[in-house]
């Protein structure tokens, strides 16, 4: 038997992938109840290895016993408290109808000219958010436009680096106790973050680096961190993460083996789509491989009109199955 007819028989050997653990941590803005997002996160995933893969790499993908780090209940309860308006039962509706539309196209049509072509005919598409973006996060960051854009587009991500509040310590608690006891056990491990998701795991595995709390498992890392729709490369962001104020080796997490890093045309979110040339010294200090960067087209819809920030819209690309099925049979 071939090797890859053994990788993908009906009888896979499970014994390699049960030491593999799976975090998954969603992003900004109002959210659904934790239990129908998960749905959504792990359909998308679950059709994208099947669809480029089969069954038995679903089969693998549950045996990493994926855990879903949910914190919707909290930037819900902020963003009501600043008069934001949100209908929960219309917009799972409408990331439903999103994922369908979705899971119609082939892997050959979202890869390439064509998914280029398909976006380009999607309704509502335009770039000014990302062009504001742009124009906004580097020429003139300082004199504090980023950070009005940042409150203006993204007020939850401003106010997790409020200092005077515990937003952002919230936040962060509903990944830490998780991750750490992954670690300390030893697991294989891939975290995969969506835009504010993407900042939570940075400054997580930053303290896992850094403080002495955690000594234990200091020393301990994480195989592949994924991240979609990533803030990352923003100068204000890049300012307000932890270790920002640090030099050398202790600026970064010293705990990734592997980044890979995803980004969608028109994502204002993501709009420096590069993070390998951000995270350099990361490289150079030996701290992690060379950053791999992607830049995709994200086809997905919201009420009605291009959104290419969408989580379910990267998370189901055949770039990010591929990057997970490797992790899986790695």
């Known amino acids: 038997m071939t090797q890859k007819a053994h990788l993908f028989s009906s009888h896979p050997r499970k014994e390699p992938f049960m030491n593999k653990q799976l975090f998954l941590i969603h992003g900004r803005d109002f959210k659904p109840d934790e239990e129908s997002l998960k749905d959504l996160w792990f359909g998308a995933l679950k059709h994208g290895l099947k669809r480029d893969y089969s069954e038995d790499m679903v089969e693998q993908f549950n045996a990493a016993n994926p855990q879903f780090i949910y914190y919707g209940e909290l930037s819900n309860k902020f963003l009501y408290e600043n008069a934001k308006k949100y209908d929960p039962k219309s917009d799972l509706e409408d990331r439903q109808h999103a994922i369908e539309k979705l899971m119609v196209y082939s892997k050959t049509d979202l890869q390439g000219n064509t998914s280029r072509f398909l976006y380009n005919q999607l309704p509502g598409k335009n770039s000014l958010k990302e062009w504001l973006a742009d124009m906004f996060a580097n020429p003139l960051d300082w004199v504090g436009f980023s950070e009005v854009i940042i409150s203006i587009v993204a007020p939850d991500m401003k106010e997790y680096w409020n200092f005077d509040k515990a937003f952002g310590s919230n936040l962060r608690c509903k990944l830490t106790g998780k991750l750490a006891n992954a670690l300390s056990d030893g697991k294989d ?140 049979t790695a």
């Open 189 to 328: 491990i891939m975290v995969i973050g969506h835009s504010l998701g993407c900042i939570i795991a940075f400054d997580v595995l930053w303290k896992f680096s850094h403080y002495c709390e955690y000594q234990d498992i200091k020393s301990r890392k994480i195989s592949t961190f994924l991240t979609l729709g990533c803030p990352l490369g923003n100068e204000t962001v890049k300012k307000n993460l932890k270790g920002a104020n640090a030099d050398g080796e202790r600026r970064y997490p010293k705990n990734i083996n592997h980044w890979i890093n995803v980004a969608a045309e028109d994502d204002y979110i993501a709009h420096n789509q590069t993070l390998a040339d951000d995270y350099r010294n990361m490289s150079d200090l030996g701290l992690v491989e060379p950053i791999q960067d992607h830049r995709i087209y994200n086809l997905s819809l919201r009420e009605g009109k291009s959104n290419p920030h969408h989580g379910v819209g990267y998370l189901i690309h055949p770039i990010v199955i591929k990057s997970i099925a490797e992790w899986l």
